[in-house]
């Protein structure tokens, strides 16, 4: 059932005193009420379908409004992209071993700027791969798994140029050291995931 409002106490100004029960009960229908500058009682309405209440500062009415770029935070860390290469590593050098397309059905925009790889055995000598995004390479993109390892040297994975990743880009692994080992090696990228600004 409804609830009749009898009476409301605020405090201003370090005393108490009423708010005029008049503003609340003459409010119509489908309306926020907020507290002004001047103690006074403001009816604001509803926003349009679709449209969030938007604070405009501690000294400004509030309003309805549309979501715009900026209104979402952008950044969602944790973007993990493992790349198994389909041809084991080979004789000879700058071949190119694996070509994967980067699929984004979201509204979200990827960013990549790690990098790492591991072997399913210890590789027989070094071994050296390189990222192209469609057909350039990716500034600082390189990875070495060292003679008699299957990872890396360093636990870490290796930084690089961020790049940023589109709908149907192009990431290509390319192994520029000769080798003769038949050994699988996965390809890891490691970057963000972002909400992107512009609402569609």
């Known amino acids: 059932m409804p609830v009749t409002v009898?009476?409301?106490?605020?405090?201003?100004?370090?005393?108490?005193?009423?708010?005029?029960?008049?503003d609340l009960e003459a409010a119509g229908n489908w309306k926020l009420?907020?507290?002004?500058?001047?103690?006074?009682?403001?009816?604001?309405?509803?926003?349009?379908?679709?449209?969030?209440?938007?604070?405009?500062?501690?000294?400004?009415?509030?309003?309805f409004a549309a979501l715009v770029a900026g209104d979402i935070p952008t950044v969602q860390t944790d973007l993990e992209l493992r790349i198994p290469l389909a041809n084991p590593i080979v004789a000879s050098a700058a071949t190119q071993l694996e070509d994967w397309i980067h699929k984004k059905p979201y509204n979200v925009g990827h960013r990549i700027n790690k990098l790492y790889a591991r072997a399913a055995s210890n590789v027989g000598?070094?071994?050296?791969?390189?990222?192209?995004?469609?057909?350039?390479?990716?500034?600082?993109?390189?990875?070495?798994?060292?003679?008699?390892?299957?990872?890396?040297?360093?636990?870490?994975?290796?930084?690089?140029?961020?790049?940023?990743?589109?709908?149907?880009?192009?990431?290509?692994?390319?192994?520029?050291?000769a080798r003769t080992d038949a050994i699988n090696i996965s390809i890891y990228i490691y970057g963000d995931r972002d909400v992107v600004s512009a609402v569609a």
């Open 6 to 22: 009898i009476a409301k106490i605020q405090q201003s100004s370090g005393s108490f005193k009423l708010i005029d029960i008049a």
């Open 33 to 63: 009420l907020y507290i002004d500058g001047s103690a006074e009682v403001v009816e604001l309405a509803l926003g349009a379908d679709g449209t969030f209440l938007q604070a405009n500062g501690v000294a400004a009415a509030p309003t």
């Open 125 to 177: 000598g070094d071994v050296t791969f390189k990222l192209q995004k469609n057909g350039t390479d990716i500034t600082s993109a390189t990875i070495t798994i060292p003679s008699g390892a299957r990872i890396p040297t360093s636990a870490t994975p290796v930084a690089f140029t961020e790049a940023d990743l589109a709908d149907a880009d192009v990431i290509t692994v390319v192994q520029t050291t």
